[in-house]
């Protein structure tokens, strides 16, 4: 079942945010758990979201990822990041949970891969890191957990160096707004950003069966025209906008298991976008 919205509010986003810390706090744990770290013991294993990023990202590179400086915002427990890291990039995982950065660290030590990681949230990540990079990424269940896009977009040009790479893979603001739990595609939450969070109450999370202490968290709906053009106005050159068919989470108990993605019933699959991608530059 979902989550239920308890309420539509107009909350500070420190103190929202503030309250989101807490829970992905307390999500760490569960997620180590979950997440099915063992299979990074094997050398050549990518986290299934990188191996589609990648291959995505990596026509915008000249060179490939070989010692390419990446940055990733929201990296939780950094299986992404590490991710890169095996393809040849130096990263950077920047996450505002500390739980999550120690569990990510204890990944990469475990594995033997280099890594840095920086705590602070990621709308004043360019105050918390002293240097630039080729490619700053961001992917999967991110962007709604902030209140600012503008804010959000200016952080990600202080981190970029002239000629970086910008990438985003996220689930799309149109599939956020169906209600998961019908039987047919209805629409059930907003689309639009009226500058109100969405207040949620719920105890689990989308990995694993554990509960979490802290189940208040704050969510912002953020249009597509919204995203877009904070990176645009920010400065950045839009070179790709993708919609795809699939998410690398089951978002609906309707949805059917495809090559290790989510997608909907075959009838319904070219309804509705699950995910958005766009690719930008510091031209």
């Known amino acids: 079942m979902s989550k239920p919205v308890t309420r539509t509010v107009r909350i500070d986003g420190d103190t929202a945010r503030a ?60 299986t992404d990041t590490l991710s890169f890291a095996r393809l040849g990039a130096r990263v950077t995982g920047v996450d505002f949970s500390a739980p999550a950065l ?26 918390g890191i002293d240097r630039t990079f080729d490619v700053v990424y961001t992917s999967i269940g991110a962007i709604c957990w902030l209140d600012d896009l503008d804010r959000w977009a200016a952080q990600v040009v202080a981190l970029l160096r002239p000629g970086g790479v910008f990438y985003i893979r996220d689930g799309h603001p149109v599939l956020y707004a169906l209600d998961e739990t019908r039987d047919e595609l209805v629409l059930r939450y907003r689309y639009f950003d009226t500058g109100e969070a969405q207040a949620w109450d719920d105890d689990s999370t989308y990995a694993g069966d554990g509960t979490v202490a ?54 319904e699959r070219d309804l509705v976008p699950c995910t958005f991608t766009i690719v930008a530059t510091m031209d």
């Not at 997620?31 to 050398?43: K, N, R, S, T, W």
């Not at 204890?106 to 602070?120: G, H, P």
């Not at 953020?222 to 919609?243: C, F, M, Q, T, Y």
Request: charged share 25%; proline share 4%; hydrophobic share 45%.
């Open 19 to 78: 309250a989101n810390r807490e829970n992905w706090d307390d999500r760490v744990a569960l997620h180590v758990d979950a997440y099915g770290l063992e299979a990074f013991d094997d050398a050549e294993h990518l986290s299934d979201v990188v191996r589609a990023d990648a291959a995505a990202l990596e026509p915008f590179l000249a060179d490939g990822f070989e010692g390419i400086e990446l940055c990733h915002l929201q990296c939780h427990i950094g």
């Open 214 to 267: 802290h189940s208040r968290t704050y969510e912002w709906p953020h249009p597509l025209s919204a995203i877009v053009n904070a990176l645009i106005g920010a400065g950045l050159r839009i070179r790709l906008l993708d919609e795809g068919r699939t998410l690398p989470w089951r978002f609906s108990p309707r949805m059917v298991e495809v090559d290790g993605d989510y997608a909907w019933p075959e009838a």
């Open 102 to 127: 120690e569990a990510a660290a204890a990944l990469a030590s475990r594995l033997l891969l280099d890594a840095d990681w920086v705590q602070t949230d990621v709308l004043d990540a360019a105050a």
